[in-house]
């Protein structure tokens, strides 16, 4: 296959990891039959040094020519100026928004060999495999009015949480299929007991679910599931939630899995189809980005110690999601359980003195594995 692909790497560690990305699509290619051709295009915080916008006309051209869309992150200290009037966060949420990538899968996984390296009890994490899919183009993110303004009184701010039927139902749909091709149980994260936007989003799953009558459907309320995500993570199949809760509870997540470096994701604008005779999904069309679920983590951008898994594994989703290259995204997830094995360990996953290795001796040892 000839794939072209739109690399983003964007600001601070972004780059850092999406380059170890390349890296193992070149060991990729060098093991099976394909040809990948990347195109880099500015996005974030730099774009907007550069171009004065967080997503030049250049890099949306770039993005519409390519087959899909491999993400770093965006923002950092620099531009985080409260009265700012553009934010490098703009570049991604307006991708998101232009592709319509509504769902947002972060699968959460945890390696045996990762165990330590979670502040949680080992036993906890035993059996812990779900993922969360979180809603990714509308609640508050997107909600209109959004804005400021300061009169006698002071000032004021608003956000608006809204959800349309169809909007919460395409993504719903996404759970149960997931779940359909999966271990069948679906929990649905909502504030019913509060907004109003909880109860439609209830009343919506709930009337899907009898679609569904071989998946378990389990409404949570979402604070309730903050605390059961880390005493019982191992009861979670998938995850459904709306945008913000989404947002944090996967980087709650995280904490399972050992390091915010761990966790990738793939943000797709249409609803996968669950096969039950295997658990992949079918091919998810031409619009599709693929991220880690970390951000440019700035306190360790420019020191080559960031961990580049997360990324690579968002890699893996992108070429059994948007390619059906399941055999190339298998031979990625078994590199980096191999080189884990190893011990080959970045300082966020260290739990020995002076065994941490560098981004790029990671990416090495990986891209090695792949190729034998
Ligand atoms: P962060 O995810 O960047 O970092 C949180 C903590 O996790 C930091 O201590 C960081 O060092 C660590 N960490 C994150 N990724 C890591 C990796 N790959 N390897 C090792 N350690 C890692 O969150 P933050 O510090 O709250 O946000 C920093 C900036 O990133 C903000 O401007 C935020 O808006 C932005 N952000 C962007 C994205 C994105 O582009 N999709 C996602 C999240 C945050
Ligand atoms: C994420 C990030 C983004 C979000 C930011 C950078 C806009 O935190 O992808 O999880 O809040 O969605
Ligand atoms: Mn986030």
């Known amino acids: 296959m000839d794939i072209r692909i739109a690399v983003l790497g964007g600001d601070g560690i972004g780059p850092e990891v999406t380059a170890e990305s390349v890296k193992i699509l ?8 394909h040809t990948f051709s990347f195109v880099m295009g500015a996005c974030g915080g730099r774009a907007i040094d550069e171009f004065g916008t967080p997503l030049p006309e250049e890099t949306l051209d770039i993005v519409k020519g390519c087959d899909a869309v ?10 985080d100026d409260p009265q700012a009037e553009t934010r490098p966060e703009d570049g991604i949420l ?11 899968l972060r699968p959460v996984k945890v390696y045996p060999q990762l165990i330590d390296a979670s502040p949680l009890r080992p ?12 809603e990714l183009t509308s609640g508050l993110y997107f909600g209109k009015p959004k804005k400021r303004w300061a009169n006698s009184r002071g000032r004021s701010a608003v956000d608006t949480l809204t959800y349309r039927e169809r909007e919460v139902e395409r993504v719903a749909r996404v759970g149960f299929e997931i779940a359909r091709g999966r271990r069948k149980r679906l929990h649905s994260l909502d ?30 309320l979402a604070d309730n599931a903050a605390m059961q995500l880390v005493t019982n993570p191992a009861e979670f199949d998938v995850v459904v939630t709306e945008n913000t809760f989404g947002d944090i509870l996967s980087d709650e997540a995280a ?9 990738p994701s793939a ?20 619009r599709a980005l693929y991220e880690p679920i970390h951000g440019s983590a700035p306190d360790i951008a420019g020191q080559g110690v960031a961990n580049p898994i997360a990324s690579i594994l968002s890699t893996a989703m992108m070429l ?26 970045t300082p966020d996953l260290a739990t020995q003195p002076g065994e941490a290795i560098g981004t790029s001796d990671m990416g090495d040892a990986i891209a090695g594995r792949i190729i034998g």
């Open 26 to 33: 070149d060991a990729i290619e060098r093991r099976f039959d």
């Open 70 to 79: 491999l993400f770093g992150a965006v923002g950092g200290p620099k531009w």
């Open 94 to 104: 307006t991708l998101r928004k232009d592709l319509d990538l509504f769902a947002n």
């Open 123 to 134: 036993e906890r994490l035993v059996g812990v495999d779900m993922v969360i899919v979180r």
């Open 191 to 220: 504030k019913m007991n509060v907004l109003e936007t909880g109860r439609l989003w209830r009343e919506i799953v709930t009337e899907l679910g009898v679609e569904y009558p071989d998946v378990e459907l389990i409404h949570m």
């Open 255 to 263: 904490v399972i899995g050992g390091s915010m470096g761990m966790l």
């Open 267 to 286: 943000s797709l604008s249409s609803i996968p189809k669950s096969n039950n005779t295997n658990r992949r999904p079918r091919r998810a069309g031409k």
């Open 320 to 345: 059994r999601y948007s390619f059906a290259l399941d055999d190339e995204a298998d031979a990625i997830e078994s590199a980096v359980a191999a080189v884990l094995v190893d011990g080959a360990r």
